[in-house]
């Protein structure tokens, strides 16, 4: 009884080592292996949802200076209400 077994799980491996060793396996492997990366690697948005608007900093606007083409600029930050549509959101954390 324990002589089959033995010969039976022998039979299995060798049968294992055939398929891991086969062109067949080697092409199916590659091809799941070709779809985990293009599902890690996919862009999870698509078009101006991707794109991140968010307003810059108080301190960042007041104390920089901005060069545009020859001329330089400098902000003044003035507080204003918010329009009830297109303000760029404030930071926030990108979850997705």
Same mark, same amino acid.
């Given at each position: 009884m324990i002589l089959e077994q033995n010969t039976l799980v022998s039979h299995?491996?060798?049968?294992?080592q055939k398929l891991l060793q086969s062109d067949s396996f080697d092409n199916a492997f590659s091809f799941v292996l !070709?779809? !985990?990366c293009?599902?890690?690697l996919k862009p999870l948005c698509k078009g101006s949802e991707c794109e991140i608007? #968010?307003?810059p900093?108080?301190? &960042? *606007?007041?104390m920089s200076t901005y060069q545009v083409g020859s001329?330089?600029? #400098?902000? #003044? *930050? &003035?507080h204003k209400e918010c329009p009830d549509t297109g303000a760029i959101e404030p930071f926030q954390r990108f979850i997705r």
């Open positions: 299995g491996r060798i049968e294992m !070709g779809l !985990g293009m599902a890690l608007k #968010k307003a900093a108080f301190d &960042e *606007v007041s001329k330089c600029y #400098k902000f #003044k *930050v &003035e």
